[in-house]
């Protein structure tokens, strides 16, 4: 968005600085969530009170409270047209805003960061119990092919190196009989990309065959990220999650066989009605289990619009932080121990940051931080590096080869 409003003639300014016009990309997953960008509107009032200002995103396909009262938008723009944001202002105060001066799809993003997002596909039909994702982005919905591989281009022609596949649904991604492997493979033709990341992909779409593609690839990340949610039987079935806890198990060991330095997240919620303390510990057991190295915990959150806000057995708030709590301190254990695996061993790193004594900072494929000591590191190379040691799970390097 902040790409096509340069493309159209704007100076985009950081967030409290005067403008005029403010966009508020919110989102609704959560009650917290939508507070969140109900506080961002207000900020916007206060240091821009003569902007325009624009609601767009989640909450925007979902009318509640960050659309009333004291921190009503100006303009509430839905998912369909958040893109085209520039000619919209136009169209409903052309003095006071210009007409767009190139062609909004043309538009890349400045070069500010290492890696890209690409946005494949959008929409969700799972229609999990928790979740408000499907009515604020509808059915799934995937961009073509060709059109992903042409904008992967422009920005590898603006110094992108690594870009990251991302969607609603991601392991959803089809176009005709073409599925995301398909899609992973084109990309990787592309000259100058040298690493794919990919975003979350569930359980029961794509999972095994990425995991076959990323097996042979010279530049798909070794990192996979499934959301696992519960690791109870009971908890599973009603959420509407479309596997079994040993079904996860087998497709997460399945990936690790085939790539013993997997990165491997997930996301947990916890606190879920009807959660009782053996179904929270089955969770518990699964996950100490599983080479997690990046583990996402939420309690779980009621979200009007949803079945979960209306079933019984609801969690109190303090056993769900005791919990989450729990989790959280044994996620920290467990990456800890996935760093220290990486001891003499090889790894790529993308520099996204050196600081004044030349240290450079960056990720693995494996998705996990590392520091780079040598000399003449420059912002987003890409180096082989030998892990000497792991401190607090950051990778520390020493030189090998470019």
Same mark, same amino acid.
């Given at each position: 968005m902040a790409a096509r409003f340069s493309a159209a003639g704007y100076e985009v300014v950081p967030f409290g600085d005067a403008c005029d016009a403010v966009i508020v990309h919110g989102c609704a997953i959560t009650r917290n969530a939508e507070r969140d960008s109900r506080r961002a509107t207000r900020q916007a009032r206060r240091f821009a009170p003569g902007a325009v200002v624009v609601m767009t995103g989640c909450p925007a396909e979902i009318p509640g409270d960050a659309l009333r009262g004291d921190a009503a938008p100006d303009? #509430?723009?839905?998912?369909?047209?958040?893109?085209?944001l520039p000619e919209l202002l136009h169209s409903i105060h052309p003095g006071r805003f210009p007409a767009p001066s190139a062609d909004p799809a043309a538009a890349t993003p400045r070069f500010e960061n290492t890696r890209a997002l690409v946005k494949v596909q959008d929409g969700c039909e799972f229609r999990c119990a928790?979740? #408000?994702? *499907? $009515?604020?982005?509808? *059915?799934?919905?995937?961009? *073509?092919?060709?059109?992903?591989?042409?904008?992967t281009r422009r920005l590898a022609a603006c110094g992108f190196k690594e870009v990251v596949l991302t969607g609603a649904n991601l392991g959803c991604y089809r176009d005709g009989a073409r599925s995301l492997v398909d899609l992973v493979i084109a990309v990787e033709h592309v000259e100058g990309i040298a690493r794919i990341r990919l975003s979350s992909i569930e359980m029961t779409t794509a999972e095994r065959a990425i995991v076959d593609h990323m097996a042979v690839s010279d530049k798909l990340c070794r990192f996979l990220h499934v959301p696992l949610q519960s690791g109870d039987d009971g908890i599973l079935a009603a959420m509407g999650r479309r596997y079994t806890a040993d079904q996860y198990r087998r497709? $997460?060991?399945?990936?690790?066989?085939?790539? *013993?330095?997997?990165?491997?997240?997930?996301?947990? #919620?916890?606190?879920f009605p009807g959660e009782d303390d053996d179904a929270f510990e089955n969770t518990r057991k699964l996950v100490e289990d599983l080479p997690f190295g990046n583990l996402h915990v939420f309690p779980y959150s009621r979200r009007p619009g949803t079945r979960a806000d209306a079933m019984p057995g609801q969690i109190p708030e303090p056993v769900k932080h005791r919990r989450v709590r729990s989790l959280l301190d044994l996620g920290t254990s467990k990456r800890s121990a996935f760093a220290d695996s990486f001891a003499g061993k090889e790894v790529d790193v993308l520099i996204e940051s050196v600081d004044t004594q030349g240290l450079?900072?960056?990720w693995t494929g494996e998705y996990l931080p590392a520091e780079v000591h040598g000399e003449n590191i420059e912002v987003n190379s890409v180096l082989r590096r030998t892990v000497s040691q792991a401190k607090h799970g950051v990778l520390v390097c020493s030189v090998t080869r470019t």
């Open positions: 303009l #509430i723009v839905g998912q369909a047209g958040k893109f085209t928790y979740c #408000i994702v *499907p $009515a604020a982005r509808g *059915p799934s919905v995937s961009r *073509p092919l060709e059109a992903i591989v042409d904008e497709a $997460a060991e399945y990936a690790v066989r085939r790539l *013993p330095r997997l990165g491997l997240g997930t996301d947990i #919620i916890v606190g450079g900072r960056g």
